[in-house]
């Protein structure tokens, strides 16, 4: 979708301007927060009521976000509702983040496993990882039983899948070509 982040990358771009300023960590805390509230379907059919004027679309959204929202991030969503954008948080937010990473040299590592990780296991991985993309990388763990066994780890736009259930989908294709 082009224009999904054509639309975002501003608003992503001004809002890392600010957090820069601040307590980044905290902001992108934040911001993950706005883009869970703003990517829930019950808010999507909030944010595209007609009925709701925005002072009651603001109401609900920092309601449901359930954190204190200071000036700048009430400016910052205050200005995404009145352009009809708040919808597009869940965008603002991958761009943010993808921001914050090149900013600090670093990016993040979704790692898909058949069976719980231990601690071990991960910091293991992600070492080995780190050697291969050069970058820090922060985990996060995902069970995901239908791989049936290995990892399927994915950095930036990058997809390492060493899964059994790859695997024996490259055989199917083998056997029925």
């Known amino acids: 979708m082009a224009e999904l982040s054509t639309i975002a990358r501003p608003y992503a771009e001004a809002l ?19 883009a869970d ?24 959204f920092v309601g449901v976000l359930g954190v204190p929202v200071k000036d700048t991030a009430a400016n ?19 761009q943010f983040h993808a921001l914050k990473n090149a900013g600090q040299g670093s990016a993040d590592a979704a790692i898909y496993s058949a069976f719980p990780m231990t601690e071990v296991q991960v910091s293991d991985l992600i070492a080995a990882l780190e050697k291969k993309f050069k970058v820090k990388l922060t985990p996060s763990v995902t ?22 259930r790859t695997r024996l989908e490259q055989m199917r294709v083998a056997l029925t070509a």
Do not use: C, H
Not at 16 to 34: F, K, N, Q, T
Not at 143 to 164: A, H, M, W, Y
């Open 143 to 164: 069970v995901d039983p239908s791989l049936i066994g290995g990892v399927r780890v994915v950095v930036n736009d990058e997809v390492l899948d060493t899964s059994i």
């Open 16 to 34: 890392y301007r600010v957090a820069a300023e601040g307590d980044l960590d905290a902001w992108a805390e934040l911001v993950s927060r706005m």
């Open 37 to 60: 509230v703003a990517g829930n379907p019950d808010m999507q059919a909030v944010i595209s009521n007609p009925k709701l004027s925005p002072a009651q679309v603001y109401g609900v």
């Open 76 to 94: 910052f969503i205050t200005t995404l509702i009145d352009n009809g954008r708040l919808a597009f948080m869940p965008e603002i937010a991958e």
